[in-house]
């Protein structure tokens, strides 16, 4: 069975700083997809990012990227230049591309953005 | 585009009751999937549906069924309520295939006393 383990629970940093989310996952597929979801407290789940599993290259979404490391199946999140606007919870998710078309969620990261 | 749509968006329910939660899905999305988020965790699957027939379903009984609709929308069934039913009921919708970006409602909040 697929798990995404986030190990932790919360985070804080400053703004306009720099901060890396965690997460890392286990599977035996080849083919699956990566992401990054944020949920601010209005609980709808926003898309920040996503990364396939066949692209060797790191996602980059405006100040957020990330460090896919498929050997290691490692899958951080950085944060640039951070805002108020990015306090949430931080969820990463996984997803097979066969079989049960079904998002797989780690138990989230709260962020918290010191003014 | 209209976005995908929730409703109730809070309700409180009785044990042994049965309650219904609603989902429109984005336009032009054919497949809808339903999660269960307890607080303070992430989001469960509970099944999804693909052009009105259940494309996987996860590890929740039976009592948790589903339908969808000719025009994609979906509804979400859950009978004989225990208290840890209670949490946040989120529907996402999307294109075929995972190739395309999947958009979440903003949930329903399930209270079962």
């Known amino acids: 069975a697929q798990t995404v383990t986030q190990s932790q629970p919360e985070m804080s940093v400053q703004e306009a700083e720099t901060v890396t989310l965690s997460c890392t996952y286990d599977t035996s597929e080849s083919d699956y997809y990566l992401f990054w979801y944020k949920q601010p407290p209005s609980r709808q789940m926003i898309l920040v990012i996503r990364q396939e599993a066949y692209k060797q290259q790191n996602a980059t979404e405006n100040r957020f990227s990330v460090n896919f490391q498929k050997a290691a199946k490692s899958f951080s999140l950085k944060i640039s230049d951070s805002q108020l606007g990015d306090a949430a919870m931080y969820f990463c998710?996984?997803?097979?591309?066969?079989?049960?078309?079904?998002?797989?969620f780690g138990q989230g990261t709260r962020l918290t953005i010191n003014p | 585009e209209t976005g995908v749509t929730q409703s109730p968006t809070h309700l409180i329910k009785t044990r042994g009751q049965q309650v219904t939660l609603r989902c429109s899905s984005q336009?032009?999305?054919?497949?809808v999937s339903w999660y269960q988020q307890a607080l303070g965790q992430g989001p469960q699957f509970i099944f999804q549906?693909?052009?009105?027939?259940?494309?996987g379903r996860g590890n929740f009984p039976p009592r948790f069924s589903g339908l969808q609709f000719p025009n994609y929308s979906s509804e979400l069934n859950v009978n004989a309520l225990e208290l840890d039913d209670s949490a946040l009921y989120l529907c996402?919708?999307?294109?075929?295939?995972?190739?395309?970006?999947?958009?979440f409602g903003q949930g329903t909040r399930l209270t079962v006393v």
């Open positions: 998710a996984y997803i097979a591309i066969q079989g049960a078309q079904k998002l797989v």
């Open positions: 996402a919708s999307n294109r075929e295939g995972w190739s395309t970006e999947a958009f």
């Open positions: 549906y693909y052009r009105e027939e259940e494309n």
């Open positions: 336009s032009g999305h054919n497949t």
